[in-house]
Structures are given as C-alpha cells and as structure tokens.
C-alpha cells in the first residue's frame, strides 16, 4: 500500500486532514466591483493578447516594445505614480495612475506591502489581456496581484481606468487604475515574466540619487546588485533571485536560487515550485525559540510536501499529507539555521504557493 494511501486513511480515521481543495469565501460583486476572485461569470470569453475576439477594436497589441530582462514596478500612493523598470537594461518610465479612496482614518485603502504578478504566466486567471468581466472594464487588460483582500481572495490588480478617461486621484477600491494606453504598455512588457515584483508604499518614490521620481522625472536607476531604498511603509524587500526559465520552461519566482534562500519570519505569497525542483529556504532560530513552516496550495493542482533539517543535514520533521496545507516545526536545541525543502510528490507537477515563516 502506497504512503498516499495511508495517509488518506489516517486523515479520514481522525478528521484532520482533508483531500478537498479550498472553496474560495463568498464575494459580494457589489463590494468588490474592482476585482472578482474567480472569472467565472464569463467562463467562455476569449482572453487571448490578439484580435481574436469581438474587442480587438478596444485596443492593438503593442509591438515596439523593448524586451526586458528583470520588470521590477514601484507604485507610490503619495505620487499617484506606476514607475515601472529594468535595472539590467536601463528601461525606465512612470505613469500616472488612480488609487484607493481615503478612509475615516486618512489613508488611501490600497494595500500597501512588496506583492508581485501572476506565478505562471500561463494562467489568464492572472494575466487577463481583454477583461470584459464586469463589463465596466471594457476589454482593456487586468493584471492581478499577489495581495489579498479581506476574504483571503486575490481581488486586487492593474487595470484600465473604469471610467472614460483615468482620473488621477483617490478614486478607487483599492486597485491601481491607468489610462488605457499606458495600461497595455506597462501589461506587454510584464506578461512574460513571472512573478515581477511590484510595490506599493505610501511614501513619494525615491531614485538611487534621492530624487523624487514623478511623471518625466529623469530617474537614476539602482544598480543590479543594490538594495532599493523603499518607503518606511514597506520596508526592505525579500530577497529576489529569479533565475529565470529553467530547461522545461518553467518560469520561476522571485526567490528561486541554486543555494538556500535565507529569510525572515514573514509571509512570502506567489511562490512556485517548478517541475523536478526543489525550493530551499534558511531560516535562523535562537536556542529555545520554536520555528514553524506553513504552506498553503491547491492540492488539486499538485501535492506539495516540506522537509525541515537542521545545519548538520539531519531531518527534524516532515509534512507529507494530502491537504492544501502543509506544516513543519522545531524548537531550537541551540542558536542555528534550519533549512525547509518544498518539493512536489509527484514529477513534473507545477504549483504556486504561500509560505509563512514563525518564530515564536
């Protein structure tokens, strides 16, 4: 009898483990105008990037474009600004944009934080190139982001201006809005590239020379290797070692590197495990701390499993169930590093997933 198999079994016996992918929590369409969590209402409309359907009207697909490497975007809610560029080409332009509404407390309501794109630029669930879904989208691009919502859904995105024309102001329900024509840009040099990091702070945008970046501003770019000085609202980024496509054409996240990635306790969204791979993390614990490891994935989509050593190699726990959820833990015999594996039980299979990094 397979591992599988008795793990089913147990999960059944005892009722903790469950083989059934997560339902997404109900949406009021009405509350969340800009953003469904599932387009499922128009489930046969063609979202393909050229004229194939009755939108191709709306807008051409661009086709001077420069081909970028490393697409990194900087939103700014104080500048109302969309900066988006690649440090290894030197491509750089900023786009007004319109934001989330001020609240009771003075703040505009778009999240704030280091989010990226879509994990697989495969799935037009993440890359929509004519949204017509509500219809006040119009057949202009939607390009969701990692942030979630209240309800844990993954309402938020890049997108045309609803109205005629962009009103650049406090407009929105937390979405990034743009004028058409620069929403195509900004939405053809990203789809290819998975997981493109995309910020938004609160704070004015500031270049590698400390200017304020702004519409025609003359941005000085960082440098590959630099750190970008963020907003204090966001802080400092996570590590962001994307490797590119690997041989099967697997596009990888923003962490993926040949050696463990070490990382702060925090949670890290849109990750992806490509096919015969393993993702390697390293996390430091101070003796007597407890470590816990959580990940959470649609098991429809691949099994995910996770492995917890310590600095010496040797295995300290293992999660291998069968739910969307997986979860490994330690309590420090000594200040050291623990390194978590998340690898697919299955060949050849491909997901994304969150991970969350506790040290208590």
């Not at 970046?213 to 750190?227: E, F, I, K, R, Y």
């Not at 701390?289 to 050593?309: G, H």
Request: aromatic fraction near 8%; include cysteine.
């Amino acid at each position: 009898m397979t591992r599988k198999f008795w793990i089913l079994i147990l999960g059944l016996s005892v009722g903790t483990l469950s083989c059934q992918p997560k339902s997404p929590a109900p949406l009021n369409q009405d509350d969340y105008f800009e953003g469904v969590a599932y387009d499922e209402d128009n489930p046969g409309a063609a979202l393909t990037g050229g004229k194939a359907d009755n939108l191709s009207h709306v807008y051409d697909v661009p086709t001077n474009l420069p081909d970028l490497i490393a697409p990194e975007i900087i939103v700014s809610i104080k500048q109302l600004t969309l900066h988006i560029f690649d440090r290894q080409t030197g491509f750089s332009r900023v786009f007004p944009v319109g934001l989330g509404v001020i609240n009771q407390d003075g703040v505009s309501v778009s999240p704030t934080g280091h989010f990226a794109t879509g994990p697989d630029v495969s799935d037009r669930w993440w890359y929509i190139p004519r949204r017509t879904v509500p219809s006040h989208f119009g057949g202009w691009p939607f390009l969701r982001l990692t942030t979630e919502n209240s309800l844990g859904q993954n309402t938020y995105g890049i997108h045309g201006p609803i109205t005629q024309h962009l009103t650049r102001g406090y407009v929105s329900h937390g979405c990034v809005r743009m004028e058409g024509s620069d929403l195509i840009q900004v939405y053809y040099l990203v789809a290819d590239h998975a997981s493109t990091p995309v910020t938004i702070q609160r704070e004015p945008e500031l270049d590698a020379a400390g200017h304020v970046v702004d519409l025609d501003s003359n941005v000085t770019l960082w440098g590959v290797d630099d750190d970008i000085q963020y907003g204090d609202s966001v802080g400092d980024a996570p590590p962001r070692d994307n490797t590119g496509t690997d041989n099967n054409g697997c596009a990888d996240d923003r962490l993926e590197s040949s050696d463990p990635v070490t990382l702060d306790p925090e949670l890290y969204r849109g990750l992806v495990v490509c096919p015969s791979n393993r993702d390697m993390y390293r996390i430091h614990v101070s003796q007597g701390s407890t470590l816990a490891v959580t990940i959470t994935f649609s098991n429809a989509s691949a099994d995910l499993d996770m492995l917890l050593t310590d600095d010496q190699g040797v295995v300290v726990d293992r999660s291998d169930s069968t739910s969307d959820r997986e979860m490994v833990q330690v309590q420090a015999d000594q200040d050291r590093f623990y390194d978590v594996t998340v690898y697919a039980y299955e060949a050849g299979a491909t997901t994304s997933y969150d991970l969350t990094i506790e040290v208590q």
